[in-house]
């Protein structure tokens, strides 16, 4: 994990991806948001003025020079995969870019972001995971979407919920447990019935099943990080970071 710049830090991922990649993290720092959205807020849903979210999303378009406004979407928890060659506002927990210049960007705040490139680098994604997204199979719908081999991609994790702090009721456990017997590597039993979920092990283990071999990241917790990381389960109103992916032009 690297942060660039004291005006907006940033996570880069630790991947062996292509050097044409560009992936990064936000965190909370480095904007102009207003308590309880401080500071770095990207997200338009959640309440915070629409001027401050305008500034923190210039600021990062600037910092990152961005070849395009990346493709902000209504996300849904579902498996729906979108192109982002068609820009900002379409409905979807994933988007897809097949060449330079369009930016994939996902919002979150305990959700798992995921990231996809391909070993030639020639496409990128960027994935929504909630525990409904991954559940409906949007890592499956985004592996397959990407038209590549599982073998021939890479993936990297971003900061979610911990699995010490994302506890969910039996309810949770059996839908996955329906899915597949595998996914209870992904449950340690709690109190009073309930479980404590790992989504980083849900994801890989989705991964691991299209074939994906090369997994990095996993290690945060936005729970139990208040100064880098926005948590929709620990504070409740709160703002998204983002995390952006994208396909430099090789020249």
Known sequence: MDEKHDTLPVITPQWPAPNNIRAYTTTR????????YHS????????????????NRIRLQQFLSLPSEPCWLTQVHGSEIVSASKGPGQR????????????CAILTADCLP??????????VAAVHCGWRGL????????????????????????????SQAFEVGPEVREVFLDQDSRHASAFTAYRQGRWLADIYQLARL???????R????????TVADPDRFYSYRRDGETGRMATLIWLANSG
Do not use: F, M
């Not at 081999?149 to 993936?155: D, E, N, T």
């Not at 989705?206 to 994906?212: H, S, T």
């Not at 090369?214 to 917790?221: K, L, P, R």
């Open 29 to 36: 720092r480095g904007g102009v948001s207003s308590p309880p």
């Open 40 to 55: 770095l807020n990207l997200a338009d849903h959640v309440g915070d003025r629409p001027e401050a979210i305008e500034e």
């Open 92 to 103: 979807g927990d994933a988007s897809i870019a097949y060449g330079p210049g369009p930016v």
């Open 114 to 123: 995921l990231l996809l490139c391909d070993q030639e680098g020639t496409r």
């Open 135 to 162: 559940a409906s199979g949007i890592i499956e719908a985004t592996v397959s979407a990407l038209k590549v081999p599982g073998k021939h991609l890479l993936a990297w994790l971003g900061p979610a919920i911990g």
């Open 206 to 212: 989705a991964l691991a099943k299209q074939g994906v």
């Open 214 to 221: 090369w997994i990095y990241g996993g290690q945060y917790c």
